[in-house]
């Protein structure tokens, strides 16, 4: 897919970031996880459930030259190696590698963010990027919870990055979590408002 898709982005901060030598963490929505992977730099690490449909997922990631961790959120009180995931990423993070959280998944509801991208900055001073990934042509399925979406082949995909987020002194990670959620929702709005109005 990486082959026959064209990626433009648009306000990317990250030479700035890595001229300075800070380490970055991608927030994006779960529907858009394929389409912002097929822009993402061989070598990023994400979280990506161990469910059938994670399975997928995996696999496209795993082809664009993702590093992928396995675990997701506890549900029913079971632990579904979300923690241990993390815990791995932050140790990427720390390796000088960006990593990628769909921050709402694995169950949502859409648009809300859980508290790990928050977390993982903080513990690894990452500046957080929020980005919106909108192919020009994509098939949407309609009745997954996020609208869930994967770019058609020869297809344009944009990337907008938000300003880029750093946690305050002092800021709490829920606190840090409310800011992350913001700036990506009214991203999204903004520079995708078919799927946002749709959700």
Known sequence: MRGTCRYELHDDPRPALK?????????????????????????????????????????????????????????????????????????????????????????????????????????????VLTVVAVPSRRWVFGKTWDRFQCPQPWSRVDGYFGAPLEAAPGESVEAFRMRIEATLNELEHRCDPQQAMAA
């Not at 769909?102 to 500046?127: S, Y």
């Open 19 to 127: 001229a300075a030598g800070r380490p970055y963490v991608f927030a994006i929505l779960h529907a858009t996880q394929v389409a912002a992977g097929v822009g993402s730099e061989r070598g990023t690490g994400a979280m990506v459930s161990r469910s059938v449909d994670g399975d997928l997922i995996a696999s496209a990631l795993k082809s664009l030259g993702v590093v992928v961790f396995r675990g997701s959120s506890r549900k029913n009180g079971v632990e579904k190696g979300g923690k241990q995931a993390l815990h791995q990423m932050a140790d990427h993070v720390r390796s000088g590698m960006p990593a990628i959280i769909a921050v709402d998944g694995p169950r949502g509801p859409r648009g809300k963010v859980k508290k790990g991208i928050a977390w993982l900055a903080k513990e690894t001073d990452a500046v």
